[in-house]
């Protein structure tokens, strides 16, 4: 009696084996036939590309065609002694190392020690490093030199995802084939093959669900499909997939989808309450209800459909979902909030309407200016970015007085009055003959309000949540300024827009850096905001066109003074 077979994984079982097998990656496998054919393949190549979409298997290929002693037109022939060996991993002259676990200097030497060996069954060694953007950058230059001129029998391949981790000189070195994602028709066309193979029966249906999950990576879509064949009956079917993979069925989808554009929250929690006790994951929804949303979009793009707008501001509204957002409530708190009309816009109709602009326009980005200090104020004006009102309704301003001399900030740091502020082109300059407010008289809307000492926020919309948020912001700053690592970033950032529970937080561009640092302590900063305003927010950081001027000299002592006492010595002038 032999002994069962072990069962092997679809995606190892049917791993293409020669060039002609490859799905979808035409381009780069023409080119790999081609140097093979003229003996031009380079002595280090890198395959690059999403997870699943044949970068090692292409890597072993061309391994084998660099060996095969019966090349079939730039192809292996996948039956000499060589491409044997390689298939079935019996050789020494191929090693595959996971640069994933391999990726100190240490691994690196051994594998260096061992270069200068020829091979001892194969034409060429070949090394295939997988995952090497992990490699570290001490690894890296103890390998530039094997790299640069290795040893004429020795190929090198690497395989990665994110080459953005190879240094510029590793790069500069290697000859790079980009690997893209595969068509949802490529990766039917495999999985009816398969299902063929093996005598199972599909839906259509199911086979196209599991290749649109699959994301453009085959072995995903392999993998799934290896798990409903040993869950599904004969004949697998759309629900078996949607079952066993946890994914709400389409009128689910379609009803929340409807509670979004309609803002009707009653309907969407109860909804996402019935898909919770049929353990459905709330993540999974929000993929399935963005694929929805963007295909009602395009398709109301192209029908000129009324309800365009309501089906974009509803995509905008999951769009401001943070899924990585652990916490209280998480993502189901997310999903909920985001079937309620946004607060401001629902409040925007009841104030009265402007004569220069419409109330329904957008929130506008906020500038950010820096009040004026003790020296001669500039010729030119301060700088003041808005968004531009319609043209055709502005009505020029009469003539007034000259404008008076804005004077010089209190012991506080503050103005004692408004800085003025030249309008944007569309709007008629104030002239000379006018008076102080003519610039607050042309954008009757137009407010200030003073986050710290030596800034003020300029914005130039009626939103009531705005302006909260802009009241409270030297609380806020106060408030996050307590904790050090958080007070760089909030200091240099100015709040540009609120909308629902998510708040926007620009940061100048010449600090863009600062933005990344934000993002890591997204959690501190958020319970700082919330804290101040007495409800939960989120926040979201952008790069935005604020500018903020160097602080007045006299206040920066005041406050080293403040914080550091009687440590502070004095120092002698340098001369």
């Known amino acids: 009696m032999t002994d069962a077979v072990p069962h092997q994984a679809l995606y190892r079982r049917w791993r293409a084996q020669t060039f002609a097998q490859i799905v979808g990656q035409d381009a780069v496998v023409q080119t790999l036939r081609n140097g093979v054919r003229s003996d031009r393949v380079s002595h280090a190549v890198l395959f690059v590309g999403p997870r699943g979409t044949g970068k090692t298997s292409l890597a072993r290929i061309l391994a084998k065609a660099l060996n095969c002693t019966d090349l079939q037109d730039g192809d292996a022939c996948d039956r000499c002694d060589a491409c044997v060996a390689i298939r079935e991993g019996t050789t020494l002259d191929l090693v595959e190392i996971d640069a994933a676990s391999n990726r100190g200097i240490e691994a690196i030497r051994e594998l260096r020690e061992r270069l200068p060996y020829p091979p001892g069954h194969l034409r060429r060694k070949i090394y295939i490093l997988d995952e090497a953007h992990q490699i570290t950058k001490d690894a890296w230059n103890a390998l530039l030199k094997s790299i640069e001129e290795p040893p004429p029998f020795v190929t090198f391949m690497f395989a ?32 009816t093959r398969i299902l063929a193979a093996d005598d199972r029966q599909a839906e259509p249906e199911a086979i196209h669900l599991i290749a649109g999950l699959a994301a453009g990576g085959m072995r995903d879509a392999e993998s799934m499909l290896d798990q409903l064949l040993s869950a599904a009956p004969e004949r697998i079917t759309e629900a078996d997939v949607r079952e066993l993979l946890g994914l709400a069925d389409v009128e689910a989808v379609d009803a929340f989808v409807g509670a979004l554009i309609a803002h009707d929250p009653a309907s969407g929690i109860a909804l996402l309450d019935a898909l919770e006790e049929r353990g459905r994951d709330p993540r999974t929804l929000l993929d399935q209800a963005v694929d929805r949303l963007r295909g009602r979009l395009i398709a109301a793009l192209a029908a000129s459909d009324p309800d365009l707008p309501a089906i974009a501001d509803a995509a905008r509204r999951l769009a401001a979902i943070d899924p990585t957002r652990a916490g209280i409530g998480g993502l189901r708190l997310q999903l909920e909030l985001a079937l309620f009309a946004d607060a401001s816009a629902a409040a925007a109709p009841t104030r009265p309407a402007p004569t220069a602009r419409p109330t329904a326009a957008p929130p506008a980005r906020i500038a950010v200016t820096e009040a004026p200090t003790a020296l001669p104020a500039p010729s030119a004006p301060p700088m003041l970015t808005e968004a531009p009102g319609p ?63 030596t800034s003020s926020l300029v914005h130039a919309t009626p939103d009531p949540a705005l302006a909260e948020l802009l009241a409270a912001w030297p609380a806020i700053v106060a408030q996050l300024s307590q904790n050090p690592p958080t007070k760089p970033l909030i200091t240099q950032c100015r709040p540009v827009a609120i909308e629902g529970n998510i708040v926007t937080l620009g940061f100048p561009e010449e600090q863009a850096f600062l933005k990344d640092a934000a993002e890591r302590r997204k959690g501190v900063i958020e319970a700082g905001i919330g804290s101040v305003l007495g409800r939960e927010v989120g926040v979201r950081c952008v790069v935005a066109n604020v500018e903020i001027a160097d602080p007045d000299p006299g206040l920066v002592l005041a406050e080293a003074r403040r914080i550091f006492a009687d440590d502070l010595i004095d120092v002698g002038e340098i001369t």
Not at 427 to 443: K, Q, V, W
Request: a neutral charge.
């Open 160 to 191: 990665s995802t994110e080459p953005s981790g190879f240094p510029a000189a590793i790069l500069s070195r290697l000859q790079r084939y980009d690997v893209r994602r595969l068509t949802v028709p490529e990766i039917e066309g495999k999985l």
């Open 391 to 453: 043209s055709s309704t502005t009505t020029p301003e009469p003539p007034k007085a000259p404008p008076a001399r804005r004077p010089a900030p209190t012991s506080e740091g503050r103005a004692d009055s408004p800085p003025a502020a030249s309008t944007p082109a569309p709007r008629p300059a104030a002239t000379p003959e006018a008076g102080p407010g003519a610039a607050d008289a042309a954008s009757p809307d137009q407010s200030s309000t003073s986050p710290g000492p």
